[in-house]
């Protein structure tokens, strides 16, 4: 068990009480009530052993989508192969490439719109429930596919999925998770994508030689879409969104308190009915502290508290893929066969190597981001991502004498990148849009990650054209500090607080 700090009701009410007190007669919230950390957040209580099983089932939509980005490095392979292909149309152009690389990146721009509205309307749990559906038949599309355009069209619905699957399941996971583990478990999913990659490379390396082996790449996940579908039908409801259906009048308050209670002591794993009804209460009388009584209008998500929300989500996740993560990648096979490693001649082992180094720095970032805050964390890796942006910036315009400085800024950038803007963009977007808002300002925040990696995806080459390697990496190198400069003046510290407190205390 973890900490089992009582929660005390009275207290909780007490809380609210004072918050309901303080605002002002206009109906607006008095910009002076509180500082922005006070550092007198209460503890919840709750069960390692229950919080568990409430992380996995969603995690595994992340883990299916580094499975993808994993395996898709090593199908390109087979398919484009005239002995192991296995079809009569391996002879792909370059768009036909693009499609199969890049047709669930497609696919994910199209989920994050849709996800604007599917968690309002279904809830968290039942867009999980989709995504996996989707995750499930698309991998067999994409494997039995008779045909390319089939093949194209299995990647899109996957692409679906991942779109789905990254709005709900760290929406899920903070809603659902206690506010001391909150951003261990969020930064944990990252963990999985990561883990998923390292995966997807090393079924590549095991199936790439044989006959039909993208076939094999792509049909291993779908017993884990499977695994996901079944474990998201099982679990509860997250307690907050039943909530907010009753407070907006979508269902009636009577008939889901009871419903919510019994969700929250399944998640925290108490068998104190008391202490689940007070954190009810206390979500209750934070929604109507916000005037929740209402559904958000499309205008509202750019006003006020969602305003200021969206800029510090949309605004990170875009730096986290401005700073060129795509582009440093696709370097990293020429940069490790420079400095002359043996291992870099096999494209699918250098990305097992590059695997296993992000999987160690994610696990890093996953035990420190609850202690040490998301601020430091941020700070420090994104200034380890400039220095090494720099670094590369000057090895291919000054210093190709020199190929260990390449291989050393490549690696720094991969283990910063894994202690930063990778877990802690997704946990901040998760935590930090007001819950009347959180379904769709999180759609908008995952919309603008895919929109900006596909940006980043597709500008790369031309620009690398016009402005040379070395001054393109440069000019990401301004951008990390320019992100820095974001991160430093905007990005607020939301260590150990409720999402209630979040909402009440920082937007």
């Known amino acids: 068990m973890a900490s089992e700090e009582a929660f005390d009701p009275e207290q909780a009410t007490n809380s609210s009480l004072s918050r309901v007190v303080k605002k002002s007669s206009s109906g607006e919230i008095d910009s002076a009530r509180e500082p922005l950390l006070t550092g007198d957040c209460h503890c919840e209580s709750y069960s390692v052993k229950a919080a568990i099983l409430p992380f996995l089932f969603p995690a595994l939509g992340g883990f299916l989508y580094g499975y993808d980005i994993g395996a898709t490095s090593g199908a390109t392979i087979s398919l484009e192969s005239s002995t192991l292909s296995g079809t009569t149309w391996y002879n792909l152009s ?4 693009g499609l199969v690389v890049s047709g669930s990146l497609y696919g994910a721009l199209i989920g994050s719109v849709l996800a604007f509205t599917v968690a309002d309307f279904l809830g968290i749990k039942r867009e999980l429930i989709v995504s996996s559906v989707l995750y499930l038949v698309g991998a067999l599309l994409t494997a039995m596919a008779p045909s390319f355009a089939v093949m194209v069209i299995g990647r899109f619905l996957y692409g679906i999925g991942i779109g789905l699957a990254m709005h709900a399941a760290p929406m899920y996971i903070a809603e659902t998770a206690a506010s001391q583990i909150r951003g261990t478990l969020i930064s944990l999913k990252e963990f999985f994508i990561v883990l ?9 390396s095991l199936y790439v030689d044989l006959v039909s082996g993208w076939r094999y790449m792509y049909v291993s996940s779908a017993p884990i879409a499977l695994i996901m579908g079944i474990g998201m039908w099982w679990l509860p409801s997250s307690p907050r969104w039943l909530l907010l259906c ?27 009915e008391s202490l689940a009804s007070a954190q009810v209460e206390e ?13 958000a209008t499309f205008a509202e998500i750019f006003q006020g508290k969602c305003l200021k929300a969206l800029i510090i989500g949309a605004g990170l996740v875009f730096f986290q893929q401005i700073t060129g993560q795509p582009s440093v990648l696709y370097y990293a096979a020429s940069i490790l066969k420079s400095a002359g490693f043996s291992a870099a001649s096999d494209a699918t082992r250098v990305s097992v190597l590059l695997g296993l180094l992000k999987l160690i720095m994610t696990g890093v970032a996953v035990l420190v981001v609850d202690r040490l805050g998301r601020r430091p964390l941020l700070l420090g890796g994104v200034s380890g991502i400039a220095i090494s942006l720099f670094l590369l910036a000057s090895y291919y315009t000054l210093l190709k004498s020199i190929p260990v400085l390449a291989v050393i800024a490549l690696l720094l950038y991969v283990g910063c ?9 997704w946990l901040m977007i998760s935590e930090v849009f007001p819950l009347r808002y959180r379904g769709r300002g999180l759609s908008i925040a995952v919309l603008m ?9 597709f500008a790369f080459s031309p620009l690398e054209v016009l402005l040379g390697t070395g001054n393109l990496f440069a000019v990401f190198g301004v951008i ?12 607020p510290e939301t260590k150990g607080l409720t999402l209630e407190e979040i909402e009440a205390k920082i937007l």
């Open 246 to 272: 009753a407070i907006e009048g979508r269902v009636r308050l009577q008939d889901v308190r009871e419903t919510a209670i019994h969700c929250l002591c399944r998640l925290r794993g108490q068998a104190n």
């Open 449 to 457: 990650n895919f929109a900006s990696n596909a940006l980043v995806t």
């Open 94 to 97: 370059s768009v036909q490439v």
């Open 283 to 295: 979500i209750l009388d934070e929604l109507s502290y916000v005037n929740e009584e209402k559904r």
């Open 196 to 204: 998923g990659m390292l995966f997807g490379y090393i079924a590549s």
């Open 480 to 491: 990390a500090l320019l992100s820095l400069i974001f991160i430093f003046f905007i990005i």
């Open 417 to 425: 990148y894994q202690l930063s803007f990778g877990p802690i963009g």
